[in-house]
């Protein structure tokens, strides 16, 4: 294998996520709203990791771990998915990148890990970038959340369980690496048609359209990605350091700035960029921090 695979492969999932936006938001003009969307596309990811690897199933529901870890999973990619869908492309990404700051105090609060001088100042850069983002120009503090709209809060939502993702991967290290993916793949598939069917229920989202040729291949076509990126992410994580890897993931927030602009699906005005600027910050504070942490003697 070429030396560069493996950072080639994490590039493809960022880009994979950082275009996720465009096929959902087709889906969703097209009456196919996320929640449906997102329960769809895990399930033919469920079934088949299911039906391919016969004993998953039966090693997640031997490890209650794992069922966090599909709550989680789930509340995840329904409130992404859902926001990027429905709000802008931009602000969505950026207070979704809010994960590290949430992984700072959730580690605190779960795992016992106090927080040191370099994560405070992780905290201080990314709330401030979140408050450039979300806040209207001149608001006052009786109208701080004036311009802030669902999309706004589910990215918010998504990156605290994207958080607790993280916190509880960390806690169930010890499980095998295929049961921990089949219980993404049930918790997304499972809190999509939830969220999908309550919805539908008490009349807040419609039913399932007609199928037509647009939405069935995006469906399908987000599928097939999101299997190959999967892929893709387990074999350049199991390559390349950790702090590295934090580093190329950033790249999405390039590949879905970068594409959303050029698409005109949103306007880079300069309080968004100087926002976008502290909240990126702090996350490349973050995996800095840790290749540092990995080359310090011990």
Known sequence: MHPSLPYFCLLFNAMVWGLAWWPFQTMHAQGLVAPWATGMIYSVLAIGTALVFRNSLRQLLA??????????????????NTAASTGDVVRVILLFYLMPAWTVLLAWKFLGERPT???????????????????????????LTSGVGLPEYLALFGGLCFSMTNVILRRSFHTPATPRLLSMFVGCMFMGLFTAGTGYATGHLPGIPAPNTV?????????VLVAVGTWALQYGAARIPTSTTSLIMLSEVLFASGSAWLLGATELTPRML??????????LLAALQGRRSKLAPA
């Open 215 to 223: 939405w069935v291949a995006c469906a399908l076509g987000m599928a």
């Open 274 to 283: 100087l926002g976008g600027a502290l909240i990126v910050s702090g996350a």
């Open 117 to 143: 001088t370099q994560s405070l100042l992780r905290l201080v850069l990314a709330f401030g970038g979140m408050a450039l983002v979300i806040m209207p120009q001149g608001a006052t503090w009786s109208s």
């Open 63 to 80: 490890h209650p771990v794992l069922w966090l870890l599909a709550l989680s999973s789930g509340l995840t990619n329904v409130s992404f």
